[in-house]
């Protein structure tokens, strides 16, 4: 299973960014889809996630609002849409896969991605 981040770059607080996570080597029906994201000298903390057969998505509460995820079954793709976007959100975000349902521990996810880097700036 190979994970491809992209779409992150520079943004003035308040723009807005869609991150793309392209999937492959694996059928992903019944995978869970991650995004987390690890600002420097931080721990890597979960930001939300999706079920792609179909069984609902979860966002941390400090995106809710203004992230959303969704994912697109036909491209194997999934894409975190982020408004709104605050200095704080300032981190490289990573997506990653799971085989179960899991859930925002990132332990549980066994494919990570690349990372892709987002800069808000104040």
């Known amino acids: 299973v190979q994970l491809q981040a992209s779409g992150g770059g520079l943004v003035q607080a308040g723009d807005s960014l869609r991150l793309s996570c392209a999937a492959s080597g694996g059928t992903f029906s019944r995978f869970t889809m991650g995004w987390f994201r690890q600002a420097p000298g931080k721990e890597r903390e979960f930001v939300a996630r999706i079920r792609m057969s179909g069984g609902g998505s979860y966002h941390a509460d400090s995106v809710k609002g203004r992230f959303t995820i969704s994912s697109d079954n036909a491209k194997n793709t999934v894409y975190l849409q982020m408004n709104s976007l605050k200095p704080e959100d300032t981190a490289v975000y990573y997506c990653?896969?799971?085989?179960?349902?899991?859930?925002?521990?990132?332990?549980?996810?066994?494919?990570w991605g690349q990372g892709t880097l987002v800069t808000v700036s104040s």
């Open positions: 990653a896969a799971d085989r179960a349902c899991s859930g925002t521990y990132s332990g549980n996810y066994d494919y």
